[in-house]
Structures are given as C-alpha cells and as structure tokens.
C-alpha cells in the first residue's frame, strides 16, 4: 500500500518522463558521473604526478625490485588464467550436463569461495598449506588458482547454459563423435565466454591484494609490492609517491593495454581444426574416459579449491570457545578498532551500492538500447575498465586526485569504492535488458505508456534478477576490496575491516585465535549480509 | 514419408527418437533390419535436418557441407568431387565461400540439406524444413526437395504442419495427434476417403454435418439434418442411428435453377476470392453454413452475396462417420 | 474509423532504404493487406504508422492529422508484432488492462473493459493464466484484446497469423477479418502469404523493397497484375520468353523458343523481346488436339503429378524445351492423365498477359529465394 505522496510523486515522474528535456537530462547526468568519477579521476591523478616518476632513477635497487614485481604480476596471472581454464571447464560442463542430483550440491560449493572475502581466503590458505607449503610464489599461485575458480565456472556455466545444444546434436547426426562434435563445433561456438573467463581470471589475479599481501611472504608482484611501499617507514614521501605512481601507471597502462588486445584479436584467432581421428576420439567419448575425467576434476577441485577456502571453521570455531570471542564483545583492546572497521566497511559499501544504481542504471539502459548510437559500444568498452585496472593501482590514483581536490578522507574512501565496483551493477543490468525484446518495449509505449512507466512496469519487473545479484555484486566486492582501501586511508581511523585484518595477520603480536576471530566475525557477517539479499531475491523472483 | 500434425502432437519427438537424440521409454526402433535402440545419434547412419537449421555458425558453406566426411575421418580427395558437385546441384557453387549470416532463408535451408545429405546416409530426417521461410518459398523448394532425394534413391521422413506441403510430395502420409497415429495413407487415400473424422478436417477443407440414419433407398443411406434429407453411397456399417456427414466444399454442385427435389436451398452469405477458386459460404433452408468451392470461371464469379441458390451434394462423395464418443468439436480440433 | 495517408515518405537505416518515396492512402474502415518478400519494408511501414520510429522524409496523418511529430504513446493505434510481444510477467487480465491504466482510466474501469474484451475473444475463463500457458491461437488472440482494450480503431498486424500451423492459419484468418468488421477498424495486415492476402483483404498493396509495385482489389492484382514480379508473387504463373515476330490491327504472334509461336491480344512492336504470363489453372492440358489448325497447342510430356487436395498439379515438359505448370479441379482431371503421357497444352489468347523482357533478366526477376 503506497500513500498518496508517494503515488503523486510517481505520477508526476510518468508525466515528465515523455519530456525529451527530461530524458536528455538523465541520460546525461549518467554519463557525466561517469566521466567525472570514474574514468577522469585515476587518469588525472596519474597525470599530475607524472613528474615525479623521475625520482625513481635514483633508486636503482628500489626500481630494479618495482620492475621485478610488475613482470611477476603478469606472469603469474596468465598462468592462472591459463590452469584455472583447463581445470574448471570440465567441472562448469559437469555441472550443466550432467543429470544427477549432485550438481546441484557442486553447483551450491562453487559459490563458496565467490561468497567469501579474499582476505579470509588468504588466510584460510595460509592455515591450510602450512607446513607443506609456506608463503611465497606457490602458495600464492595456489591461492590465485582457488579464487579465480570459481569465476570461471560461472561464467562458463552461464555460456553453456546459453549454448544451443542443437549445434552439437547436428554435429553427431553427421556422424561426428560427441569428442570431434565438442571440439570441433562447441568450442569454438564458445570460444567469446572463454576468452572472457580468461580475462576475468587474469584481471583478478593482477588486482587481488589483501589475500595475496598475506600469503606472498618474501615475494612480491606488483599490489603486494605497492602495499609493502606504503608501509615503509624510511623512505620520504617524495620518494613515496614517486615510485607509487610509477608502477600504478605501469600496471594500469599495460592491463588495459593487454585487455584491449586480447578482446580484439583472440576472436580473430583460430585453432585450425586438424584432422580427425575417429576411433581414437571414439574411446575417449567413452564413458569410461568421462568417469575418469569426471573423478580427476572434482578431487582437483575439493582439494585445491574448497578444502582451503574452508580450513578457517577449525581455528575460527577454537577461538569462538577459549574465551576471544568474550573478549572481542565486550570492546577491549584492539577489538575497539576491529568493530569501528566493520562500521566504516559496511558504511561504504552500501553507500557505493546505492551510488552505483542511482546512476548505473541510466548508463546500463544507454549501453543494452543503443542511445548514443555508435558510440555506444565505445561507451560500454570503457565502463569495463575499473575491472580490469589492478585496484590497488587505481586506489593509488584516486587518492593522489582527490587529495587535490582536498576532499575528506571518508570522501575519498567512498569515491573509490564506488569506482571500482561501478562495473559490476552496469554490465549486469546492460546484460538483461538487452536480453529482453525491444518489441515489448515498442508495445508498451503504443498501449500509451510513457518512457518512465515503461521502465517500472516492464523493464524492472523482467530484469529483477540481474538488478539484485547486480547490486548484491557490488556490495560484496566492495566489502572485500582491500588494495584500493589501503592505498586510500592514510591513518589507521579509517581502515576498512579487509586493511585490518590484513594487517593482523601479518603483525606478531595478535594471537592466533584473535587472527582466526577476526577473520571469523567478518566471514560470518558478511554470510549474513548475503544470505539476506539472496532471500530477498528469491522471494521476488 | 511426410509425418503431419497440429502442434504438440508428438512429430518431432518421434524423429528425434528415430535419429537418437531422444530415448524412448518403452519399444524398439529398427533402421534397416537392425535394432538401434542403444546406438548413440553418431552410429546410425541417419541425416538430419533441424528446424531451426543449424548451420554451423563459425564455417562457411563449404566446410559445413563438408563437415559429415570429415568428422568421420574420411580422406579430403575421395569426397571433394561429391561436396562440389552436391553443392552445384542445389545452385549453391557462387556462395561456398559465405558464412550462414550472409545467406538468405532459402540458401540456408539448401545448405543444411546439402549438409545432411553428403554425410551418406541413407536415411532423411526433416523436422520442417521450409519451415522458416517465406510461403512463396517454401512451395517452389518442396517439390525440388522431392526431387533430390527421389534422384539420390534415399529414404526419407519429412515433419510438418503444412498439409499442402505434405500433400504435394509424400508417397505416403502419417496423421498424427496427441502423441498417436490417426491414419496412414496416400495423398489421395487420405483425401477422398479419410478413415477418421479429425483427418477429414485436417487435411484440407471440409463440411461437417451431424445427423441421422433414417433409412436406406435405391444402394444409397438416407441421413436426416436438421429435417433435410441427404443421401450417401457410403456404407454406414456401424452401429447406432447418430453419424457425421462429411463432404469437401468443392464436390459440392450450385445451381440457381433446374434443382432436383433433394438439393438444398440456401443463401449466399459470404464470399471470397482464393485466386484459382472462389469460396462460398451459403446458409441453407435447414440452418446449416455449408462452404462451397468453385474453379473461377465467368459463372462463378457472377455469383453474389445474397443470391438464393440451389446446392446438390454428390452422393458418391458423402461420407459417413459414427457420431464420436466426444463430441464433434473435440473430435477434430486442431488446437 | 479513421483514415491513415502517407506522402512522399522514406525511410534509411544507414546505408540501406527501407521505404522509398511512399505514398498510401487507407481508407476508413478499411482492410488493407500489405505483401511482400521478407525484406520488402512491410514491418518498417507498420512502425512508421505507430510511431515507434520516425520517418526520415514526407509526413503521416492519421484521421487527416500530421502525426510526424506525435509520440506513438498518443497515437493510440493497436500494433501486433509478428510475435505478439506479450508481457511475460502480468497475467491476461494485466497484459490486457495495462493499456487502459496507461491511458489514465481508473482501476476499476480499465479492468471491466478488459474482462469484456477477454469475453469477445473467448479468452475470459482464462483470465488469471500467463501468457506462456496459453496455445498459439489464444496469445493470438490475447495480442489482440491487447491492442483493442484502449479503444484503438487503427489496427496493425505484423504477420498476426505466421506463428501458427498451416491449419490453424486457414481457420484464424476468417476470425480476423470479421473482428475487424465487427468492430469498426482501420486495419494493415501485413503478411508474405499471398493466398491469406487474397481471402481478407479489400485491398492488398504489392510492396517490394519499400515500393508498391500495385495495389488494388484481389481480384483485379490476380487477373491484371502490373508487372512480372506481381504476377509470380500473387498466385502461380507460367512465364514463356520470346520475340515478337508479327504483329496486326488485333494482337501479336510471339516466337518462343525452338519455333513455338503463341498469340496474344495485345499489340506489341515487332521484335521486342517479351515476357507472356499465364496463369496456372488456365493452363489447360488436353489429350488429342481435336483439331490441328487450333492456336496456342502447345505439345509436351507429363513429368509428375501432384494431388494438391482440391487441385491438382501437373509438370509439363513441352517440346520446345519450356517447363510449364498445369492446375486443374480434381473433380475435373482425377486419374485422366498418366506421367509420361503425351499432351497438349492449351491456352486461349485472352488468357495471355504481356510484359516488356525485365532488364536484368527474367530469372533474377523471378527470383524468391
């Protein structure tokens, strides 16, 4: 039951919603946002300093050790990318092909690692590996390989979901085995979800930090490298900046650069389909073969991938009952700032999400409806790019800019966060509006509906769905986004729960219990927040 | 072998189930003499056109053409005559280099046929397919469909909804509804004497009148309508007094005078212009609206909404049903 | 019942044209059928007419008033598109009720309209079902309470009745045409069925990439069609190529190839290269020719029949190396002729239409595929 302001308020929307003023003044206001807080601050903030990146040269071992960690960025993340493809395609076709009941407990683990912090991650690991494998490049790799995971697989599983079997099917009525039918016709046809996954696993390897700062040890690449930087107390702050926008830039510059590269050309590239052998592509469509393949995929991904995100319930239960629980409940010290991160961390991840829809969802309709003509699809290839730049880079940008501006630090905090979470609630929503026919759309406005009725009566009610995993999206990586948050925060009053934590886990003097505590209290909080939005979605579906 | 049938009737399951992309719950299935029940789709030697197409997005004509020889392994050289002759054949030499985007409904359609009929198989599925394309189309390739796989000696079984297409080029017809086979015949069998009453609506046009058995004169059953006597050389071995009277509108005789005592009176009360024909609906004196069809010709064309006419329905081209359990309407709704 | 006219109006989208130059006139309470190949502009033309998209040139009035300028949520016309567009997500009664709520009418009202246009259309006992419950023939029939709900008298069809089976088609189309009738409206239904076009229509407009290429009774575009496209594209037609080689005060012998020659009623000048039309079912087989000084036999093989139900068709291969279609009643012509068998084909002279030969060749006029 709605009150009568709030229907007249409505109503007078749908009026002025005809209005080409109106409309104009929206979609601009959409697209001015984003220029304005998204695409020209960590441009700008690099450009002003860009004199500064002399200094570096007088610091050969320093730059020697920068040049060191931005080539170890890229190297290990195309080799994840690259394993986690081999690896989690077999589990996503699994799990859509497959017709037992199981998938849908696989379908459930996957999201693990997804739903949870990578901070807790980190340290789920680190508890996991130790003493096989100590922090350094493996377990890094190891770590790097568990959170992409399941990015892949989602993704593939949404293209194979998407996928018309019929191809496939067609192939075998000619007489192709169901191996030749696969890899002759369906991955090719899929060959646009790959190369995204592909993407999306690389630039998640080049931006996480929080996680990988705890596992890395001695090694660095590039946001550990930026992380360590910003902790070390010998070095002016002159010097400082220098080599901070001299590797952000490096790393911002060659990820696009990278990014826009790969989605040009791998489209382009084709594996040419050699000959076929049929009797031996026969027995491996056996199913014998697919057991085995089956058996080896999913032992990969328990032990590799669930085992470790989940390691943290025996120390966190531990510390639940030897009385640190007690203690982080009553306030004492350092709980005190522990619980004034969480607030500030909340705080900002709401607020960005709230930004992001007010002014994603004008954007998201001028990408899926062509409304600025052919600039559209340049329109749609930028708003990609705070994914794809490492956030501790932008972070780094974002700070030297708006420190100019002389903003606040919780300002400033907010801003960054919102850049980097700005994609995730745009493609989504572009994604599903697209999907709906634009003739119901055209039907609609013949029946005499006005743009802005239109919107809420058939545009949102079908795109449900995508606007709140969309939101849902930006909250969690907002809540789990720790490189920029460092790079942002210049006292310790306004550290988000992930800075802190990251840098309990490397401070000596926390105990065990209050690491496993911490990292508990905000897996378990953030669950919460989850299992909410993911309630409330299913009931609207 | 064309497989007809309103939508939902079960047609295209019945294909896939014949080609293996569907298992049947229960029965067997013999291609040839051989029992391929627990054969996957790539053994059983079947060519299969879907409705949707299905052209391979990522090749062109050529190598989707060529895709059933060399997804068997078969050596380039032995097939590339055929693949080129094939695709001469269907008038496709000018677009072997084009990829399906760039094709046209007709072209496509020509290509997945191509396709399916390289792969050597002797057996042709097709799950309707002409039917994306313009009705113009679709009725000049029929009958070159006909004509390739009568050329190649093949087998072949042919879904659609189109009865005109099925009528124009199967051996055989199969009605199909609900999941069931109504009736098996020939074009004409199933024409001019459906044995059931939902094929006599489904195939072509048809009248349809409720009446009863009153009696018998001079080798001829006499059927009351609605206190109307007509009478049918058909013999009505059934049991029970309520039957169904069927007779095509063009087999029906108008006339505006010279009627024999047991024509019927009527009205003109609609007519339309079906290119070589003219349809009339009339509304006869026991309240019945029989359809009429008549070539076009100078006479028929002067007949006019509102004219009195006098319709003769031919003995010989009567038909008798019992009157079905369900009711008439049930019994022969497409929907 | 309003009137819908078009002038001078074009239509691009980039480098392609939709609609050339058009001008249209419909008339109130009309039933215009629009026919054409997948391609033609038909569509373009109904989205013109509604508003969804804008003309690039010349005007559209709708009741003798520019509309150029009027949002199509004013116009309030009733457009179907080819699949109906049905609202997913709302029940019946909602798809049906939004346009009135959308016009302004209360709650109440909109939903008593809506359940009187659901009764009309057989569709109320299924008011609280979705749209993805219902068979093809009701969506249809819902797009069209849909349309109608708003108290629209424009109605436009984009291939209202393409989604269905073949039998289906044959039943719907009377149902179309006596709603319209039955309910006052100015109606455009495009389709690229000419056999649909020719039962409904009072007036079908030929269009063939954005032009009309003629417009008029079904009965004048079937027995007078303008122009080698319209005659192959509105019914089945037998086309034969030749020269004229004599002409006099009352028609033409035209050369055909390998020596036939056919006369015709028209007067044509001596060696143009021509094009004669004729139309299937007045392409009489016979037997013997009865006698042999008789004009326009032309002799040749059977080479396959085909039971077309009412009709049936026979191929004919003639002596000249021409293929002809023969389509006579069944009741005329069952079981009198075999494949093989060798006939004679006769057409009367007053049965031959003449067109000029088509620039780029007959066979690309022809063209459908």
Known sequence: MKSNSVLWLIRKIDNISSLNSIKCLVYASSIIFFIALILLPPITGILIYAEQINVVLYEPDLLARANRAIVQSFVTASIVAILDLIAALPLAWLIVRSKTRIVHFLDALVDIPFLMPTAALGYSSLLFWDPLISPGFTLV???????????????????????????????????????????????????????????????????????????????????????????????????????????????????????????????????????????????????????????????????IVIAPSIFTVWPMAYAFLDGTLIEALSGMDPWGSFWRSMLISYAISSLSTLINIVFGLPAAIIIARHKLGEASSIFRALVNIPIIVPSIALGVSLRLFWEKVLLHEFWILLFSHTTITYTYFVASMAAAIESIPIEIEDVASTLGAKPFPIFRRITLPLTKYSFFSGAVLVFTRALGETGAAKAVAKSKEFWTLPVLLVSWIRDKSRTESQKALGIGLYIISSFMILLALRFITRRKR | MC??????????????????????????????????????????????????????PHMNV????????????????????????????????????????????????????????????????????????????RK??????????????????????????????????????????????????????????????????????????????????KIDVNGKTIYSTCKANFEGKKVVAVIRPEFIVIKRKDAPKEAIRGVIERKSFLGASVRLEVRTENDCMIAVKKPLSSESLKLEVGDQVNLILPRESLLIYPYPEEGLEKAISIE | MPSIRLVNVTKRYGKITAIKNLNLTINDGEYVCVLGPTGSGKTTLLKLIAGIIKPDAGEIYIDNKLV????????????????????????????????????????????????????????????????????????????????????????????????????????????????????????????????????????????????IQQEGPPLHIYNKPKSIFVAHFVGGANFFEGFVAESDEYGSWVQLRNGLILRVNDIKPVGERVVIMVREERTEIIKGAKRREEINLLPGRIEGISFLGDFISHLVMLDNGDIVNSKMPTIMSMGKFKVGERVYVRLRPENLLVYSYPPQGLYKELEVI
């Open chain 1, 141 to 303: 790799l190891l770590l790097h390989f568990a959170f992409s995971y399941p990015v892949i697989v989602r993704v593939m599983v949404g293209e194979l979901l998407n996928y018309k079997e019929v191809y496939e099917v067609a192939a075998r009525t000619l007489g192709a085995q169901p191996l030749t039918a696969v890899r002759t016709v369906t991955l090719p046809l899929l060959k646009p979800g790959i190369i995204a996954s592909f993407l999306l696993a690389f630039a998640r390897s080049l931006s996480e930090t929080g996680a990988t700062v705890m596992v890395a040890g001695s090694w660095e690449n590039g946001p550990v490298f930026l992380f360590n930087v910003m902790d070390m107390v010998n070095l002016p702050d002159y010097m400082k900046s220098g080599i901070l926008v001299y590797v952000s830039s490096i790393l911002i510059i060659t990820s696009t650069a990278i990014f826009f590269l790969i989605t040009l050309l791998a489209p382009k590239f084709k594996l040419p389909i050699r000959r076929v052998l049929p009797n031996i592509e026969k027995k491996l469509s056996s199913t014998e073969t697919v057991r085995i393949r089956n058996a080896l995929t999913l032992i990969l991904f328990l032990l």
């Open chain 2, 3 to 56: 497989i007809i049938g309103p939508s939902g009737c079960g047609k295209t399951t019945l294909i896939k189930c014949i080609a293996g992309i569907i298992k049947p719950d229960e029965g067997d299935i013999y291609i040839g003499d051989k029992l391929v029940n627990d054969l996957p789709i790539e053994d059983r030697g079947i060519g299969y056109v879907f409705q949707e197409i299905a052209l391979f």
């Open chain 2, 62 to 137: 050529y190598d989707n053409v060529y895709y059933g020889p060399f997804a068997k392994g078969w050596k380039k050289s032995s097939v590339e005559n055929l693949v080129k002759e094939m695709l001469n054949m269907m008038g496709l030499r000018e677009r072997i280099k084009d990829y399906p985007d760039a094709l046209s409904g007709g072209a496509k359609q020509k290509t997945a046929v191509a396709r399916a009929l390289i792969s050597g198989s002797q057996l042709l599925l097709l799950d309707e397919p002409l039917g994306s394309l313009d009705a113009k189309v």
């Open chain 2, 140 to 221: 000049v390739l029929r009958y070159e469909l006909r004509r390739l796989v009568k050329d190649l000696g093949l087998t072949a079984i042919h879904v659609t909804h189109d009865q005109e297409e099925a009528m124009s080029i199967a051996d055989r017809i199969v009605v199909m509804r609900a999941g069931e086979i109504v009736e098996v015949g020939t074009p004409l069998d199933l024409y001019m004497h459906p044995k059931k009453l939902f094929t006599a609506n489904f195939v072509g046009e048809a009248n349809f009148f409720v009446g009863e058995l009153i009696g018998e004169e001079e080798n001829s059953v």
């Open chain 3, 68 to 211: 150029n300028n009027v949002p199509s949520h004013e116009r309030n016309v009733a457009y179907v598109p080819q699949h109906y567009a049905l609202f997913p997500h709302l029940k019946v009664i909602d798809n049906v009720a939004f346009g009135p709520l959308s016009r302004g009418f209360d709650e109440k009202e909109a939903y008593k309209i809506s359940m009187q246009i659901l009764e009309m259309m057989r569709l109320a006992w299924r008011a609280n079902s979705f749209p993805n419950e219902l068979s093809g023939g009701m969506q249809q029939r819902l797009a069209l309470a849909r349309g109608l709900a708003s108290g629209a008298k424009i109605l436009l069809l984009d291939e209202p009745l393409g989604a269905l089976d073949a039998r289906l088609r044959v039943e719907l189309r009377y149902k179309l045409r006596e709603l319209a009738r039955e309910n006052r409206l100015t109606t455009i239904h495009v389709t690229h069925d000419q056999e649909e076009a020719m039962i409904v229509a009072d007036r079908i407009i030929v269009l063939r990439d954005g032009e």
